[in-house]
């Protein structure tokens, strides 16, 4: 079974809905990471948690939120997606306890038209 | 100035070859350097990192990093057409609260049979 697992993998969705893209970990890692990436721009980091309790903006937060339901779970929300919210967004994972070396998800594929 | 800058190429290569990566950062206090593959609508996957000056070597893989010259490459050797990928090469700032990684937007690299 994979180590970071992401749902789901694609989704079509339309202009104003709310989407939940989650993440599920089994490396007993403490942080979680979610980026965005298109093409031209490379990754982006989104929102990032360092152990349940803590959770941080990266750089383009800015009509998303995100939960940290437990230390293997961190969940990213569209409150009202919108058509440049269509990306490929990857969860990450790394463990602060060693080389903090970030592991990815294999992405979900996301379309809102 | 970008943050981490890489030459988006593509960078073509015969079979055999040796192919060189680069990436320059501008945050001097950078810590870590990383170099992620990744391939067409897939998530990226750690090839190996580096933290010290000088070269690092992991099977047909070579980093180099020159702090002083805010520098870091890639050389595959012998490259093999299952090489042909995105390069994306990043960096972390600092350790603690501030650890998260800066990407830049990668290199693409094709090898040809």
């Known amino acids: 079974d994979a180590d970071v697992t992401q749902t789901p993998r694609n989704r079509i969705t339309k202009t104003g809905k709310r989407i939940m893209l989650e993440c599920s970990q089994t490396?007993?890692?403490?942080?979680m990471y979610w980026y965005r990436q298109d093409p031209g721009l490379g990754l982006r980091l989104i929102y990032y948690s360092f152990d349940v309790k803590d959770i941080n903006k990266g750089e383009i937060s800015d009509g998303y939120s995100v939960s940290r339901q437990a230390q293997a779970k961190f969940s990213l929300s569209l409150e009202s997606a919108i058509p440049n919210q269509t990306a490929l967004y990857f969860c990450?994972?790394?463990?602060?306890?060693?080389?903090?070396?970030?592991?990815f998800g294999p992405g979900t594929r996301l379309t809102v038209l | 100035q970008k943050e981490v800058e890489q030459n988006s190429g593509p960078l073509s290569v015969p079979e055999g070859a040796i192919a060189s990566l680069n990436c320059t950062y501008s945050?001097?206090?950078?810590?870590?350097f990383f170099w992620y593959r990744q391939y067409s609508g897939k998530s990226p996957e750690l090839i190996m990192f580096?933290?010290?000056?000088g070269d690092k070597e992991d099977g047909r893989f070579t980093a180099q990093l020159n702090k002083a010259s805010q520098y870091v490459s890639l050389l595959i050797r012998d490259s093999q057409p299952s090489d042909s990928a995105t390069y994306l090469c990043?960096?972390?700032?600092?350790?603690?609260?501030?650890?998260?990684?800066?990407f830049g937007k990668g290199t693409l690299l094709t090898v040809n049979p």
């Open positions: 945050d001097r206090g950078s810590q870590s």
């Open positions: 990043a960096v972390n700032k600092g350790g603690g609260s501030n650890y998260k990684l800066t």
């Open positions: 580096i933290y010290s000056n």
């Open positions: 490396k007993g890692h403490d942080r």
């Open positions: 990450a994972t790394s463990d602060s306890r060693g080389s903090d070396t970030q592991y």
